[in-house]
């Protein structure tokens, strides 16, 4: 079963930018995706985005795909975050699902631990 741990976050100024990172290890094979979420003050899961391992295509809603990317390297996801705004303070995670653009938080079975990222001035 494949396993994440998250890296970065923290404190950025609105209209800054932050990249968080998932690496993933355990893998045993290349049929997964993973995805982004985010958890506001109203504690509900919000999706962001996710990328096919195999293939590296991804999908984004049209909300978020202006100024939010997702990519991946060798053993990494990258969400890449621009043009922050205060709404986009949560707290965000990563997280593995078995099919293709799953964007219920339900259909993900592991998790990463989560990493706060504030925006305000």
């Known amino acids: 079963q494949v396993q994440l741990v998250q890296s970065g976050g923290g404190f950025v100024q609105p209209g800054g930018s932050m990249r968080l990172s998932c690496t993933t290890s355990r893998r045993t094979s290349s049929s997964f995706y993973v995805g982004w979420f985010r958890q506001g003050p109203r504690k509900e899961y919000e999706f962001i985005g996710t990328?096919?391992?195999?293939?590296?295509l991804t999908y984004l809603p049209d909300s978020l795909k202006d100024r939010f990317t997702v990519s991946r390297d060798a053993n990494t996801v990258y969400l890449q975050m621009n043009s922050l705004k205060p709404e986009d303070t949560a707290v965000y995670f990563c997280a593995v699902a078995y099919s293709w653009i799953a964007t219920d938080y339900q259909d993900y079975k592991t998790w990463g631990q989560g990493t706060q990222v504030t925006v305000s001035s």
């Open positions: 990328i096919s391992w195999a293939t590296e």
